[in-house]
């Protein structure tokens, strides 16, 4: 994802991406430095589990794809 294309997303609940070949669950965004906090599933994770990577490290997953866990 370029830095344009995260300044145009709508972010929400329920946003997944993909990232070094894998799925994961955007629990936070971190808008300033265009960061998301990720985790590998959708469940209250504590904020020290959570790791944070760059928009240009992902690819979004839209709703009507289907991946592979």
Known sequence: MTRDQFNNTPHHANMFVMYEQ????VISV?????????????????KDEWFWVRCESITLV???EKTIN
């Open 22 to 25: 894998q799925k994961y669950y």
């Open 62 to 64: 839209h709703p009507e």
């Open 30 to 46: 971190d808008f300033r430095e265009q960061l998301f906090g990720l985790v590998e599933e959708k469940a209250a994770i504590p």
